[in-house]
């Protein structure tokens, strides 16, 4: 028998995996969630079709999207994630004693629950004492912050599907709102590879760098994407993701990691040419 | 609210002509010329099979429009009995056509109209066509937030004294901002001086399917009422109702319709009719509660914010507001010191939001059966971003959207009249010959008849610097107005 799961990339690229078994399938509120298990991914978490994360991967962008700006900003004491219901964040966040407190902002309680159960590495990040989940709509949560926060964490990934809130101006305004006067904000970027992406890739950082005096685009290689090509955001109200990098510091926390070294900290910011191209149009259309 | 006869309801006679017609695969020698989309692929790819497979001319299986006695009548019944109506007509021009069907049923020229100057242009328009004579009756305005509220019993009684002659009186309920009149009393004061009384329900169609909504015009004992079935009833754009009581002559209402009415109606307007008759009939209570809740949750959302306010049920005063529509979810914005229209330019420009008006000192959104919690979310986050980065001082804003005009000739003399083209500034005094209004919402500023005061000069330019929309005019900048001479 043959069991493939497969995901359409664009109209005319397909993705797909070969599944050993699905282990869960769920509709929630928000999304349509299934878990598969494959020989080469292990278990992999689908929402409404597309990826969202698995077990062989999943370490490259909660790595990433934690510790890069971990290791810019000299003291974080109170974080917000918002989606990030699976916990990989919030694992990768509880390296860090100086944080006090990280909330977690996921709507949808089932996506924890499936989590929790298929997932329990990812999930025991949730576990931590500093953690507190709330079952609310990432916009709703933003409106009531005001210079709360000393890193913001956007991890949700799709700006057409339930998260679409998410990847608005009024999104980054009220982050930069929610953020203290030295916060930063990193948030899932997509991928900038196929036509049918681009439109979407750079109208997230003309929003973005419209509303942050320091907006800087990152990438890592992640083979579950499309193209297997992902890019992140770092806007910031004052540290600078290179200038204000300080790998010493960082070196001597002695976190171990599978993915983010302080040498890939600072070659992730060194973009291909035709991505560079394509923040610097989104920059140049001001209005 | 009449009970309608449920397992009626499940069927939609026209739809099911249509389905029948589909599967006997009939060769058309008839107009529309595309044949089933044949002729015109680029129209197929556009609108897809279905739609243009649907588009189809009346004929024996399908009823016509003009004179419905099969399916169309069905159809007409079953809308009808779901809306409490003894009549209901199946209208393909827009809940305008309803309206002026309204009018030109209840007067002929000369006779008085009782119409509160706070109407849609369709209502005046009614009035050049067939030159009836309005008798108008101002509105009172919300001392706090500007808006024009709904008629007044003692202006009727006063409008009624003075003119005992008039043949009917006519209602906007709810207004577009979701203010409600007193519509019981209204028809009793009316009827006891003999006089119809024609509603413009477009706003209302909701009222009909949900009994925590206010009173409807059929249920008020309202003669006529005009019901935009394309707003908050999900049918296609330009199909409406137009419902009768029972003290109406129905057949000569159809030969009003039939006087303006297109002989070749669209089967995709008139099937969507019957649909979502039977939608409604089915799931409205259901999903107008929904509504409700969800226009509920922004309000305290948007209130919450600070500066806006989206108001409700407090503005009932128990006469000119009796009662207000909950489901409108209407914003007062010059707190923050931006006109409505400037927040309505704001959420489209920055932050992809499209509302369905602002006006110099509110903003409306449209809250229906098809809105999403998330998109709330936005348009909430969008509204507290928007005080974050452009709020500002608000002296020198004007605060009034409706002034009071001083009418000199009825609108069809005024229209036809003999007439010369001024420079906006050269006009105060003059009588206006044509219409100036904000689009949407829709209701002039000036009408043909009117005097140009000063006041309404300042605000043409107000509304003009401040970025609406404005049309009515022969002249497309409104730079300038046609006079009488």
New interface residues.
Partial sequence: MEFWFSEMHTDNVKASIRCEKQLYSGQSDFQRIDVFDSAEFGRFLVSNGSVIFSEKDEFIYDEMIVHVPMAVHPDVKHVLVIGGGDGGVARELSHYEEIRTIDVVEPDEMFVEVCREYFPDNAKGLDDPRVTIYNQDGLRALRTRHGEYDLIINDATDPFGHTAGLFTKEFYGLCYKALKDDGIMVYQHGSPFYDEDEAACQAMHQKAFRVFPICRVYQAHIPTCPAGYWLFGFASKKYHPLRDFDAKRWKKRDIKTWYYTPNLHTGAFMLPKYVEELMEGAEDRKK | MKSMDFEKQKRAPVYEALERLRRQRVVPFDVPGHKRGRGNPELVRLLGEQCVGIDVNSMKPLDNLCHPVSVILEAENLAADAFGAAHAFFMVGGTTSAVQSMILSACKAGQKLIVPRNVHKSVINALVLCGAVPVYVNPDVEPRIGIALGMELSQLEQAIRENPDAVAVFVNNPTYYGICSDLRAIVQLAHAHGMKVLVDEAHGTHFYFQEKLPVTAMEAGADMAAVSMHKSGGSLTQSSLLLLNSTVNEGYVRQIINLTQTTSASYLLISSLDISRRNLALRGSESFAKVMGIAEYARS?IN??GGYYAYSSELCNGTSCFAFDVTKLSVYTREIGLAGIEVYDLLR????IQIEFGDIGNILAYISIGDR???I??L???L??IK??YAKDNTGMLSLEYIAPKVVATPQEAFYADKEMLPLSQTAGRICSEFVMCYPPGIPILAPGEIITEDVLQYIRYAKEKGCSMQGTEDPDIEHLNVLR
């Fill in positions: 959302e919450e914010i420009d920055e932050y992809d919690m998330q998109d979310e936005r909430v986050g969008a507290a971003d974050r980065l």
